[in-house]
């Protein structure tokens, strides 16, 4: 059992916690929009890993050994952890740079 997995996991978050504290990146505030965000990565990925490890493709070791089907805790937790991650560091530049487009706008 190792616990290196989830504290990356918890590092990431908890480096990126001040982009919504401190430059009020509005993540945590809108989470329709951060769900409809993570969706399709958590319906792509998490498909795709169920079915490698399934097939034998893919296999993890060295985890807290707590799985939801055949995945880890730790997996699900890192297609949420760095999505949420990337769209706050995302929206933080966004806010200090607000001429800058990514093609989401509103017109």
Do not use: K
Not at 11 to 22: K, N, Q
Not at 76 to 96: D, H, I, K, Q
Request: proline share 7%.
């Amino acid at each position: 059992m190792s616990w290196v997995y989830p504290a990356v996991l918890a590092g990431c978050f908890v480096a990126t916690l001040p982009l919504e504290l401190v430059l009020r990146a509005r993540v945590y505030a809108r989470p329709r929009r951060l769900l409809a965000t993570l969706a399709p990565v958590l319906v792509v990925f998490l498909g795709w890993d169920a079915l490698a490890v399934h097939a034998g493709h893919w296999h993890y070791r060295h985890l807290l050994g707590l799985r939801v089907g055949n995945l880890p805790v730790e997996e699900l937790a890192f297609f949420v952890v760095v999505p949420v991650c990337s769209v706050l560091t995302l929206e933080a530049v966004r806010r200090r740079r607000p001429g800058w487009r990514v093609g989401d706008e509103e017109p």
